[in-house]
């Protein structure tokens, strides 16, 4: 089943933040150590999408299958040097494993080839919980190009993947 997409303008602040949450559960209760933090980054998404709704708030969709919200997908297209990056990528849990994260994927990648974008730029983490992502990104026709340390936790690392643009308006929609 394909899934819809829509803005997020007839929804309450907190919705994205929440799914977040949700989703990142299991990987806070295994390693709260590294993880507590970002909790706090994914409010602030949340605020900063409901505040600037025609900028900041334009590059987030939320995903529906049978009139029931499945998750969200986010993007930044603002990137003057011709590449957009591919932000929230989030399937609440009852909904993983059905595809449905690939073709939120694609219709992120959709947007931004639309805004004549040439490359999209995406990153995961290294931890065994992002496996899946990162499966989903080789798929969606990304390579890897390089793996550097996470930020504040220089003990484990984050990956960078990139794929071009080209002919993404047919992949999208087959």
Partial sequence: MRPT??????????????????SYAPLLAIDSRHWTSEVRKWEEFDINVFKNPETFG?????????????????????????????????ILPEF????????????????????????AKATTHEHAFFEPARRMYLACGFRKVGQRPWGAHPDQNVVDYERDLDNIAFEATS
């Fill in 5 to 22: 997409f829509t803005s997020i303008e007839d929804q309450s602040p907190g919705i994205l933040s929440n799914m977040l949450k949700c």
């Fill in 58 to 90: 334009s590059c987030v969709f939320l995903s529906w299958v049978d009139e029931q919200i499945i998750g969200f997908g986010s993007y930044d297209p603002r990137q003057k040097l011709g590449f957009g990056i591919v932000g929230h990528n989030c």
């Fill in 96 to 119: 993983r494993g059905k595809g449905f994260g690939l073709w939120q994927l694609r219709e992120i990648l959709r947007r931004l080839a639309a805004a004549g974008l040439k490359k």
